[in-house]
């Protein structure tokens, strides 16, 4: 059972919480894929993770975000202050 910090749960969570079935993503994945997915069992592509996100009506930082805070409202402003502090490094190197 993937526990409650990963994408296989963020992925149950989003579609559950969307009140998608798993077939519901028949136009990008096959029910068995994302089954896998749900399980840990496969890690899917940015193109194919993108795709799905298109089907939750989500983004997929929004997905990762919550594979990675479990939804904590407190770890996401701590997160997303990391990432920003962190692109903003990133971006002043390249410009330089």
């Keep these: 059972m993937p526990s409650k910090r990963s994408l296989p749960a963020a992925l149950k969570m ?4 969307r009140g998608l079935s798993q077939e519901a993503f028949a136009d990008v994945s096959s029910r068995t ?3 896998t997915l749900e399980r840990g069992l496969k890690s899917p592509t940015l193109n194919k993770l ?3 996100c298109d089907v939750l009506g ?3 930082l929004t997905l990762l975000t919550l594979s990675y805070t479990g939804g904590s409202a407190s ?3 701590a997160l997303i202050a990391r990432v920003r502090r ?6 002043r190197r390249v410009a330089s």
Excluded: G, Q
């Design 86 to 91: 962190e692109l903003t490094a990133l971006t």
């Design 75 to 77: 770890e996401v402003d």
């Design 58 to 60: 989500i983004h997929p």
């Design 14 to 17: 989003a579609r559950k919480s």
């Design 33 to 35: 894929y994302m089954s």
């Design 50 to 52: 993108a795709d799905i």
